[in-house]
């Protein structure tokens, strides 16, 4: 058993610092891991949920950068709508939200205030609302006076029609290149008087027949107004929808395709135009690729964030 | 447009998609079509950029007839001739195939993107675009030319502006210069025929996507 220092030299008493060495002071470092949830309504939730009927769910693959001076950290949504960051300085930072084809409107908060008190991490939601730039709604108006077996004096288009354009990217879409657009048309000539309007007659996809006359410009994947400008002067509308449900823009395109081909088989080939606008024709077309595709012309929010609603019209 | 098919393009200009092999042989193949269908070119031929209608037979939209002045911003158009009767007995539906060029690329030492479009009162609607299409001799030297000479079939280079996609967008801001290599072509083509009570008869079409091959269609 040591006896203490029986038998041993003592140390000395006085230790003397290397001159050498730097002067350190300690100070405790504020920092933490965080989260930034990015959600927006989800719609076709079970009623009864928060925010009357809307639920919210994660939108992957935003880019979610925080920046304080000249600091920034910058992160991707997950799955889960969730960006994760790990030891920011406390601080107060500036939030910006990117995501290819798309525009983002923040609706929550736009600061971002960072402190240490939680050791387990922090988590900020963020409320969106998005507008895919990458599909384009086009609308000519039906002058619904002489739409039926007539034309104007001028002699210009009574019936108008609504087709949606699909672009690549968002420089395709500013340079109005489409690679695909898609109405519903009655199938070329079978249209053989005006009572057929009412009862129906068989419908096509963008017009297009293989087999027999198609309208000038049809194809499988491009409508005859395919290449109409939204600068034409008689649309009554042109716009990019707005999106919900935290889609990517892949996966909206890919429903839209998947939607404009099986339409023809759940309205078994029919096109037709009821008086009082209903029936399957390009305008119901449209609204219906738009509400399968969680596509809209307005998303609005209300009070408090509360009221979201929806429009495809 | 001079008749050159010009294959390669000068360093600097981004490919087109198309089959540029293909597109030749197509040509050759509607280059000997236009003798035997295309009427003779001359004021009875008309432009326009919007029909209308379910019938087998379109209506042309009178507001859209415009000479070939009047479709330098379009991205196709179509062109038709009617009969005595008035009827349409002819039409083409023309494409413009449209890929990036860099605006880099220098034309006459030149950069494409150092030169101005003209425009008035802030609308760029009222902007002159710029033609450039390759010498004659085939080489790959390009020229300005007026926007008229581009008339026809052919390949040139248009240099224009976009309008930004919206005022508080990521593309807001002035208007956009963009330079971009446009193949014009006709896609397809119909001939209507009449019976002598004046009901239609008889369609002929050729489209590009079968090779021009004639298909006949009787209501």
Avoid at chain 1, 248 to 258: C, F, G
Avoid at chain 1, 261 to 278: I, K, L, P
Avoid at chain 2, 21 to 47: H, K, Q, V
Avoid at chain 2, 75 to 102: C, H, K, N
Wanted: charged fraction near 25%; glycine fraction near 10%; proline fraction near 5%.
């Amino acid at each position: 058993m040591d006896g203490g220092n029986a038998g041993g030299a003592r140390p000395s008493a006085r230790y003397d610092a290397p001159q050498d060495l730097p002067q350190v002071d300690v100070v405790a470092r504020c920092e933490t891991d965080l989260t930034i949830l990015v959600e927006e309504p989800e719609v076709g939730a079970p009623r009864g949920n928060r925010n009357q009927g809307f639920d919210w769910i994660g939108v992957k693959g935003v880019e979610v950068s925080i920046r304080q001076g000249s600091t920034t950290f910058t992160a991707t949504t997950d799955a889960q709508g969730k960006a994760r960051y790990s030891a920011v300085p406390c601080g107060l930072y500036v939030v910006t939200l990117r995501q290819a084809e798309f525009r983002i409107e923040n609706k929550g908060d736009t600061n971002l205030k960072v402190n240490g008190s939680s050791k387990s991490g922090r988590e900020k939601e963020l409320r969106i609302r998005r507008q895919l730039r990458t599909v384009e709604m086009f609308r000519l108006p039906t002058q619904y006076m002489v739409a039926v077996g007539a034309k104007d004096a001028t002699g210009d288009d009574p019936y108008g029609h609504h087709w949606t354009k699909i672009y690549a990217s968002e420089a395709d879409a500013s340079r109005e290149r489409p690679m695909e657009s898609y109405g519903w048309w009655p199938a070329a000539g079978a249209l053989t008087s005006d009572w057929d309007t009412f009862t129906g007659v068989r419908g096509a996809l963008n017009g297009y027949s293989p087999s027999g006359p198609s309208y000038a410009g049809a194809s499988p994947t491009t409508d005859p107004y395919h290449t109409k400008s939204r600068t034409y002067a008689s649309l009554e509308d042109v716009f990019f929808p707005w999106v919900t449900n935290g889609k990517t823009a892949a996966e909206y395109k890919s429903i839209l395709r998947t939607k404009a081909q099986s339409f023809a088989r759940d309205v078994s080939n029919t096109w037709s135009w009821r008086t009082d606008g209903g029936g399957w024709h390009c305008k119901t077309f449209q609204a219906y690729l738009m509400r399968e595709a969680f596509l809209w012309k307005h998303v609005g929010v209300g009070i408090g964030q509360f009221g979201w609603s929806t429009s495809t019209s | 447009m001079t008749g050159s098919r010009r294959t390669v393009i000068v360093g600097g200009l981004a490919m087109s998609g198309l089959n540029l092999l293909g597109i030749t042989a197509s040509r050759a193949t509607e280059r000997a079509l236009d003798n035997l269908t295309e009427p003779a070119r001359g004021r009875d031929l008309f432009y326009f950029t919007h029909w209308w209608g379910y019938q087998l037979v379109p209506n042309i939209a009178a507001s859209s007839i415009t000479d070939y002045e009047g479709l330098a911003l379009e991205y196709g158009f179509f062109r038709g001739r009617r009969d005595a009767a008035g009827r349409l007995a002819y039409m083409e539906s023309w494409t413009r195939d449209r890929t990036d060029v860099d605006l880099a690329t220098e034309i006459d030492g030149q950069p494409l993107g150092d030169r101005k479009i003209d425009y008035r009162d802030n609308d760029i609607a009222t902007q002159q675009v710029r033609t450039f299409v390759a010498s004659k001799s085939g080489s790959e030297d390009w020229r300005e030319v007026p926007y008229a000479e581009t008339e026809g079939q052919g390949r040139f280079i248009l240099l224009r502006l976009y309008a930004p996609l919206d005022d508080d967008g990521p593309d807001s801001g002035r208007p956009a210069l963009s330079a971009e290599l446009v193949d014009q072509y006709i896609s397809e083509k119909a001939h209507y025929s009449y019976a002598a009570d004046g009901t239609l008869s008889k369609i002929v079409s050729y489209r590009r996507d079968n090779g021009f091959t004639p298909v006949e269609f009787v209501p």
